[in-house]
């Protein structure tokens, strides 16, 4: 879900430490944020899985304590498809099955990898509209991409050597 989001900045955990603060008061101080964010740099963990993360949490963790464990495992994956793999679920890529598997991305160059939307819609509401909002995003992008790599259509009149025009 997060492969090229941004990395934590200072004003990130402000913000996340700020919601994490007047969620759990007793654990959360200024050094155990500083901890988390040292540790979010280091293994690269965007600021946006740690904000869902931290949305979870607040809506759903039970115990009064709050380890940084607790923020940094949260992760929601995507099943990605490529097309061969769709190939051998479905037996054949037709309408109904373009239906079922959205593209959601790409890999070597133009290749398409796709996502079953009946496993989409088994995922927590915030993520299921965030990849439903990157299915859009690119489709988008590929009708663009199409559109510009079209060939032009032949023009009404070609140029003679001369450069009279003659209708074609």
């Avoid at 941004?6 to 050094?31: C, R, S, W, Y």
């Avoid at 051998?88 to 939307?117: D, H, I, W």
């Amino acid at each position: 879900m997060y492969g090229n989001a941004a990395p934590m900045t200072g004003d990130n955990v402000m913000e996340i430490g700020a919601h994490l603060m007047a969620a759990f008061p007793q654990t959360v101080t200024k050094p155990w944020l500083m901890e988390l964010a040292r540790v979010a740099n280091k293994e690269r963990i965007p600021a946006d899985r740690i904000r869902d993360a931290v949305d979870w949490l607040i809506q759903n963790h039970r115990f009064p304590t709050l380890t940084i464990a607790d923020v940094l495992s949260y992760d929601i994956r995507v099943k990605v498809y490529s097309y061969h793999d769709v190939l051998r679920r479905e037996g054949c890529f037709n309408e109904t099955t373009a239906q079922t598997y959205q593209p959601y991305s790409r890999y070597n160059g133009n290749k398409c990898l796709f996502v079953n939307m009946a496993e989409v819609a088994e995922l927590p509401e915030g993520f299921r509209s965030k990849v439903e909002e990157k299915i859009e995003e690119f489709k988008k992008k590929r009708t663009a991409e199409t559109s510009k790599s079209a060939p032009a259509a032949p023009s009404a009149t070609a140029s003679m050597s001369d450069g009279k025009e003659v209708a074609k």
